[in-house]
């Protein structure tokens, strides 16, 4: 399928979503969806690369996630521990930014200390910026950016006539994603056909894509299968063409 370059996304996010009933499936243990998810992760990613995508960002584990089994929760732990250090190499190589956003405080010292590792390793790459959000949700978002704004507020008068003056756009700045362009595309595999608190903010004017596929199953053609749709959408922002 021949894309048009000049109709790619900037940044593309992606709801990976139906790991457990992909394992279900095979009469296996939901893990061993999580495991063969992360093989997804890399072929999107790679094809990100090819394409000179700029942004790629995946919704990897939500503020919600955290009620699932301790066994679950502890399992996918391991896995973007493992994951992110055997990636480090591959983004070395092929030029990428690594970044994990989201409530960093509940995460344990160990993952947190290997994501700061590839952060900083990779901080200086240009070619795609990958994305993690890890323990993330879309109101804690925007509670945490509230939090800062009102902190700036009380503490100073210049902080106080800034919140008084703020614009939507200078609420970006608050939101973990600053400096971040909000997603053009957002993708969620799986039928499901729900934000499950991802991105409220950035993706008021996302583009969205839903598939059946399983996210195990979602790979390169898949994702260009997506892309092609977007290429043909058209974008109004509320105003007529
Ligand atoms: C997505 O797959 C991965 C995470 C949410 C961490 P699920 O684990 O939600 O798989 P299903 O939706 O139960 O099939
Ligand atoms: C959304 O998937 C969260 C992630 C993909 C990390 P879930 O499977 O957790 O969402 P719900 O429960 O179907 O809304
Ligand atoms: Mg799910």
Redesign the pocket.
């Known amino acids: 399928m021949e894309l048009s370059t000049n109709k790619l996304p900037v940044h593309v996010s992606i709801?990976?979503?139906?790991?457990?009933?992909?394992?279900?499936e095979r009469g296996k243990e939901?893990v061993y969806?999580?495991l063969n998810?992360v093989e997804s992760v890399r072929a999107v990613t790679e094809e990100c690369v090819n394409l000179g995508i700029k942004y790629l960002s995946f919704?990897?584990?939500?503020e919600e996630?955290w009620g699932?089994s301790e066994e679950?929760v502890g399992y996918?732990m391991k896995l973007m521990l493992e994951s992110i250090g055997k990636e480090f190499e591959v983004f070395m190589k092929n030029g990428v930014r690594f970044v994990v956003l989201g409530n960093r405080e509940r995460l344990n010292p160990t993952l947190n200390a290997a994501i700061d590792n590839v952060m900083e390793g990779t901080s200086h790459n240009t070619a795609l910026t990958f994305i993690l959000f890890i323990s993330y949700s879309g109101k804690w978002d925007i509670m945490h950016a509230l939090k800062k704004v009102v902190e700036e507020a009380v503490s100073s008068p210049e902080g106080l006539e800034k919140a008084r003056n703020m614009k939507l756009e200078d609420f970006d700045d608050y939101l973990v994603t600053a400096g971040i362009p909000d997603p053009d595309l957002i993708i969620r595999t799986?039928g499901?056909q729900r934000l499950s608190n991802y991105l409220l903010w950035q993706g008021a004017y996302s583009e969205f894509y839903f598939t059946d596929v399983?996210?195990p199953d979602f790979r390169k053609e898949e994702f260009r299968a997506a892309l092609a749709e977007y290429a043909g959408r058209d974008r109004r922002y509320g105003k007529v063409k």
């Open positions: 709801i990976m979503d139906g790991n457990g009933r992909w394992a279900q939901r969806g999580h998810g919704y990897a584990f939500s996630n699932r679950e996918l799986s499901e399983l996210w």
